[in-house]
């Protein structure tokens, strides 16, 4: 081996530890960053070919060193099992998240809440029969039964706002503004991005820079979506959920679009299509869409629309209850209102509410401009006289009574005992869900620490390494070195 060649090998060394050292300091300069893996160089002998098979030809074919490689630090399986369990996560705390928002509409500890108008107006029912015929006293109960319907059309509309803003109002302009719509949008810039990247790691397959980037849109898009993920042996992604292909090779195949359906019973729905880009064939994926914020919304609106259709029983028990009172008639027994200017009884009185959901109930128009015919009287029509028994009041204490009243067609429960159920059991669903998604949080934490362990930059290893690299490089300069000492020594002797 001549002394070039030595010199030459030890060049070969400083260039490798060099560059090796430079992947450290780009490797130490990430650890911050977020997605990023950590960046591993792959050292391979250079060798020239044999001219023979001598130990002075295999001495003659050594060249040195070389960067064979730099490559990301991965594990597929674990980098799949975090997606997985990330979109597990994320739909649960989606779901606990407007299970909370439900219960705290519903929560009766809040000021003025439709326990409280409930109340009021039994105490002015009660008040009611202690002074039947006098007027103040039927303003006031009218106005607290107006009170109660009010309340129940606020609180309707607060869970029907709710809902817009979760789903949309079956409008294209509230559906794409909606959490959901505004999730499916971000999933799709998401699925663009993704074939951005394949683009491109179908041209440079081993860039370690857009695998890391291609991995961190991959989690982006579990968390919105629970999609399976195939990983190409050129290092691109396929992205599909259910049967319906979003991304294959490099081009973004299947577009989501989203929307609202009303069902035959006005129910307002999410629905969301998968369509084919070249053959505009459409797919409905929604129920494909199990986990992921979408798949949380999507799971998690049956304690909106339990809460909605519970508090629609509780208003119209409410209403037919209290206009079974105002207008109950058993033979001659009968509730009746007071005709003021005659100052007698009557019978037949009007309906007390109208309508049959918590959106349209109100107050009888007619009732509420006269007071007098609220029925506060309850007696035998054919007694002797009985019209002029103005000062009865009992068919105003059955409306009294109603508060601890159990009803059939609130589980045999009464107004005040579903009502607390209804908040109970939103609450309960919002803290079960809360209690799985926290679960589900710290595997996550656990997945993701474990991955950090294995790809991420570990400031210990890295000095280790640069202390390697950094002796690699002095060993080598100084062979350089040596080298020139001795072709110097060589050149001086033959002077």
């Keep these: ?38 960046q591993q160089v792959h050292f391979a002998e250079m060798r020239t070919p044999l001219y023979d098979n001598s130990v002075s030809g295999q001495i003659a074919s050594l060249a040195g060193v070389k960067i064979d490689g730099i490559k990301t630090a991965s594990n597929d399986y674990l980098n799949d099992y975090f997606r997985k369990q990330n979109a597990l996560y994320e739909g649960l705390q989606t779901g606990a998240d407007i299970a909370a928002g439900v219960a705290g509409l519903l929560d009766e500890l809040q000021d003025s809440a439709l326990g409280d108008s ?19 006293m039927r303003v006031n109960f009218v106005a607290k039964a107006k009170a109660v319907a ?52 179908s041209r440079t397959p081993d860039d370690t820079n857009l695998q890391s ?27 599909s959920i259910g049967n319906a292909e979003l991304v294959s090779g490099v ?43 979408i798949g949380g919304v999507i799971s998690g609106l049956e304690t909106l629309t339990t809460a909605q259709s519970d508090l629609n029983r509780l208003a ?13 008639v058993n033979g001659n027994e009968q509730a009746c209102y007071y005709d003021r200017q005659n100052d007698v009884l009557v019978k037949n009185p009007p309906a007390l509410f109208e309508g049959t959901t918590a959106g349209d109930i109100k107050i009888n128009n007619d009732v509420y401009n ?26 105003a204490l059955f409306f009294f009574n109603a508060k601890s009243a159990k009803l059939t067609d609130l589980d045999g429960l009464s107004m005040q005992d579903f009502l607390i159920a209804m908040g109970t059991k939103a609450a309960l669903s919002a803290d079960d869900l809360q209690k799985q998604a926290d679960a589900q949080g710290s595997i996550v934490d ?20 640069m202390i390697i690299y950094q002796q690699g490089y002095n060993a080598s300069a100084r062979m350089f070195s040596t080298c020139v000492e001795v072709f110097d020594t060589l050149v001086n002797l033959g002077k």
């Design 370 to 395: 006269n007071p007098d015919l609220v029925a506060a009287a309850r007696l035998d029509t054919s007694a002797v006289n009985w019209e002029k028994a103005v000062g009865n009041g009992d068919n």
């Design 251 to 293: 081009k973004v195949v299947g577009k989501l679009e989203y929307s609202t359906v009303t069902d035959a019973n006005g129910s307002i729905n999410p629905r969301i299509q998968a369509i084919d880009v070249e053959t505009k064939r459409v797919k409905d994926v929604t129920k494909d869409f199990t986990s992921g914020s």
């Design 150 to 201: 009010n309340k129940f059309n606020a609180l309707d509309t607060s869970l029907k706002n709710y809902a817009t803003s979760v789903i949309g109002d079956g409008s294209d302009g509230s559906a794409q503004a909606s959490q959901v719509g505004t999730d499916v949008s971000k999933l799709n810039s998401q699925l663009e991005k993704l074939a951005n990247i394949n683009l491109q790691l």
């Design 446 to 465: 656990s997945i993701n620490n474990q991955i950090l362990s294995e790809t991420g930059v570990n400031l210990d290893e890295e000095l280790s390494n």
């Design 1 to 38: 081996m001549t002394i070039n060649k030595a010199m030459n090998i030890a060049l070969t060394g400083l260039n490798a530890h060099q560059a090796a050292l430079n992947v450290v300091s780009h490797n130490i300069a990430n650890i911050n960053t977020e997605g990023y893996r950590r």
């Design 316 to 328: 119209k028990a409410f209403a037919d209850q209290m206009n079974g009172i105002q207008q109950y």
């Design 213 to 239: 980037q291609r991995d961190q849109v991959l989690s982006e898009i579990s968390s919105l979506a629970n999609v399976d993920v195939k990983i190409t042996e050129t290092g691109t992604a396929n992205v």
């Design 118 to 136: 409930l109340n009021a107006f039994y105490e002015a029912a009660n008040s009611l029969y202690q002074n039947p015929t006098d007027y103040s």
